[in-house]
């Protein structure tokens, strides 16, 4: 079955940068574009991004463009999250997912999700 | 777009919960829903307005049209009591994947 596995939490100083990977199977992995959404404590979905892992081709919610990096590696059917410049409202829990068909709009496995606590 | 989603939604055990996700001319967009319990990541109960992943109950069903679409939830169970959330892909709009703001089902 199709399996999203993310890394563990993370603790981080405001200024600094949090990489969040996520790790696939159970698919063929450049089939599908993977998504990045976070949800802030008590509040709902943020979608931030999403990489096509054939092309490398990217695509970034403006909000977040210029501070938010997603890449991939094709060899080991993972994506990285990686967000820099961090400050307190960057605390969420971050999710990657699946696009749930092809070229559909919607998504379809999610991970666990990855606490990110951004403290001094 | 902008969706609105009512805050709160109360229901008895098998009665029937609807779930409403409001925007101008929404019934023009695929509308996807998604269930998330507390603690745990969003599930995909209900795609394309009113299309049903494998493994949900035939419980959940959805539809769309005008500037409404609904989630509905008929003989809700204690286990239905989760957060939903609406969510739509608009080309016009930053960010194109656009949530709405989500609804508490509680189940009395």
């Known amino acids: 079955q199709v399996q999203l596995v993310q890394s563990g939490s993370e603790v981080k100083k405001p200024g600094a940068s949090v990489r969040v990977s996520c790790k696939t199977s159970?698919?063929?992995?450049?089939?599908?574009?993977i998504h990045w959404v976070r949800q802030a404590p008590g509040e709902g979905l943020e979608w931030m991004g999403w990489?096509?892992?054939?092309?490398?081709?990217?695509n970034y919610a403006e909000k977040f463009r210029g501070r938010v990096t997603v890449t991939r590696d094709t060899s080991i059917n993972t994506v990285y999250m990686d967000l820099s410049s961090l400050h307190s409202d960057d605390t969420a829990v971050y999710y990657c997912?699946?696009?749930?068909?092809?070229?559909?709009?919607?998504?379809?496995?999610w991970g666990l999700g990855t606490q990110v606590t951004v403290s001094s | 777009s902008v969706l609105t989603q009512p805050p709160s939604v109360s229901v008895a055990p098998g009665e029937t919960a609807r779930i409403t996700c409001g925007a101008d001319?929404?019934?023009?967009?695929?509308v996807h829903w998604y269930q998330q319990k507390p603690g745990q990541a969003p599930v995909l109960v209900v795609y394309?307005?009113?299309d049903r992943p494998s493994g949900i109950p035939e419980r959940f069903s959805g539809s769309n049209s005008g500037n409404m679409a609904t989630l509905t939830i008929t003989r809700v169970e204690a286990g239905d009591e989760a957060d939903y959330y609406c969510?739509?892909?608009?080309?016009?709009?930053?960010?194109?994947?656009?949530f709405g703001p989500g609804t508490t089902v509680t189940v009395l």
């Open positions: 997912a699946k696009e749930g068909g092809h070229n559909k709009d919607y998504f379809d496995p």
């Open positions: 159970g698919y063929i992995f450049t089939d599908y574009q």
């Open positions: 990489i096509n892992p054939k092309s490398g081709d990217t």
């Open positions: 001319n929404i019934g023009n967009e695929n």
């Open positions: 394309d307005d009113s």
């Open positions: 969510q739509v892909w608009d080309t016009r709009s930053d960010p194109n994947y656009v």
